[in-house]
């Protein structure tokens, strides 16, 4: 026989409809979220999750993980004003991302394709397509041969991803406000591309590899990045992560806890805050889609940890998060934190 009082207590939030008759901003929009069903509720999870780590009077060092087509997408100016606005503290993002946003920073574009185009006759035009968007072909090359070009005024030695990406954003992104990678130049926010690579970035460090053989050149040193990426979390007060889409740069930023508790035996919690934009599924084991709660298992999400998972495709999810989280303030009078590098390692200083 049930119990009535716990019956009660069971069936005792109902869902409430969405009134678009009320609806006036985005900021409405994601709030009334909260109290639907199913991925819309997951949404609104992500954003008070967000909301919290902003909040949060510990000042957690934000880090946000990007991976999948998003400058492609349209997202550049969401991700960019993000920075802009102190939202985001550190990112780590796939080499493509980065790489697609300095490619508009030379004034280049993405264009309104579909999935159903011959690819053997793009083939021929030298157009690639990213499943329903166009890129020129003949200007990615020129991109990738002009990065190759312009490593060769940075001193032999070894670099760390993150110097890479920012002598990038300070030389290419120069003048584009819109830029990623020049806004976080700018703001001082660190880039890594742990898997760099891995992309048209990498193709242009190659170029400049095939130029240098057998001379003193540059070196992409991965194990700098561990060392660097270690330093951040160590010397935070507390973590906060954002993933959108899965990949390297999300098994990358959660590793970074197992790092230190085997490298230094010390002893974290793991990130305090997380939620996580995906449309892959944890079905497979697969890393993209594992879930916040398997990392709990691995203490690379703390235990206590305030998380959401919502399964959208990032080009409708991110905006809606990102516009509600402006729309409602929460940038303002947020503290920033600045960090000091010397060499390998970083000073973390709130101001």
């Known amino acids: 026989m049930a119990n009535k009082q716990e019956r009660k207590k069971i069936l005792s939030k109902p869902i409430k409809a969405i009134d678009l008759e009320e609806v006036k901003t985005i900021l409405d929009l994601v709030e009334s979220f909260k109290n639907t069903s199913i991925q819309a509720r997951n949404l609104g999870k992500c954003f008070e999750v967000y909301e919290n780590m902003l909040l949060d009077k510990n000042r957690p060092t934000v880090i946000l993980g ?70 020129d072909e003949e200007k990615f090359e020129e991109t990738d041969r002009i990065i190759g070009n312009m490593i060769d005024s940075l001193k032999p030695g070894n670099y760390s991803s993150r110097e890479i990406l920012s002598f990038l954003g300070k030389n290419i992104g120069s003048g584009d406000e819109n830029s990623i990678l020049y806004t976080a130049y700018k703001k001082g926010v660190p880039v890594f591309s742990p898997a760099l690579n891995d992309s048209s970035i990498g193709i242009g460090l190659t170029l400049y590899y095939e130029r240098h053989k057998g001379s003193e050149r540059i070196t992409l040193d991965s194990l700098k990045d561990n060392h660097e990426l270690l330093q951040l979390v160590l010397k935070s007060k507390r973590t906060g992560v954002m993933f959108v889409g899965g990949g390297v740069p999300k098994n990358w930023v959660n590793d970074a806890v197992v790092m230190a508790n085997y490298a230094y035996g010390k002893e974290i919690e793991g990130h305090s805050y997380a939620f996580q934009i995906t449309t892959a599924s944890p079905a497979d084991g697969g890393l993209s889609g594992s879930t916040l709660e398997e990392a709990q298992s691995w203490g690379k999400i703390w235990k206590k940890a305030t998380k959401a998972t919502a399964y959208i495709e990032a080009s409708i999810a991110l905006p809606l998060i990102v516009g509600a989280v402006l729309q409602k303030g929460l940038y303002k009078g947020r503290k920033k934190i600045n960090f000091v590098w010397a060499n390998d390692s970083v000073e973390v200083k709130y101001s």
């Open 66 to 135: 990007l991976s999948g087509p998003l400058v492609a997408a349209g997202l550049r100016k969401v991700i960019r004003d993000m920075v802009h606005h102190n939202l985001v503290d550190v990112i780590v993002s796939t080499g493509a991302v980065m790489y697609q946003d300095l490619y508009q920073a030379r004034g280049f574009k993405h264009y309104v394709g579909s999935p159903d185009m011959d690819d053997k006759i793009l083939r021929d035009h030298m157009i690639d397509r990213i499943y329903d968007t166009l890129v």
